[in-house]
């Protein structure tokens, strides 16, 4: 079974910005979509930003202008730049994987912007 594994979250400061990482333990031939997903106490999880197959991505409005997600299929990675960070950001962040049969997560990491 493939794994996901997010690395990259911690506490910064409003403003600031950080960089998440989500590696994929081998190759997923025919993924539809990656995407980060995060949940922040007491709320539902949400989807932050999405990137299909053909490079096309989608984001939330609340991250749009802030947040930027990539992938580097040679070394199986999705990334997601955040700037601008703010409290509102705070949550875990989630990688997603999905195909036909397959929605894989990962174990979450988490991000903390402190005012």
């Known amino acids: 079974q493939v794994q996901l594994v997010e690395s990259g979250g911690g506490l910064v400061q409003v403003g600031e910005s950080l960089r998440l990482s989500c590696a994929a333990s081998?190759?997923?031939?025919?993924?539809?979509?990656m995407g980060w997903y995060r949940q922040a106490p007491g709320k539902r999880r949400e989807m932050v930003a999405v990137?299909?197959?053909?490079?096309?991505?989608n984001y939330d409005d609340s991250v749009k202008g802030r947040f930027t997600i990539s992938r580097d299929n040679a070394k199986n990675t999705l990334y997601l730049e955040m700037n601008s960070l703010k409290p509102e950001d705070t949550a875990v962040y989630y990688c997603?994987?999905?195909?036909?049969?397959?929605?894989?997560w990962g174990q979450g990491t988490q991000v903390t912007v402190s005012s």
């Open positions: 997603n994987a999905y195909k036909i049969g397959l929605n894989l």
């Open positions: 081998a190759r997923i031939y025919g993924l539809n979509y």
């Open positions: 990137i299909d197959s053909r490079g096309s991505t």
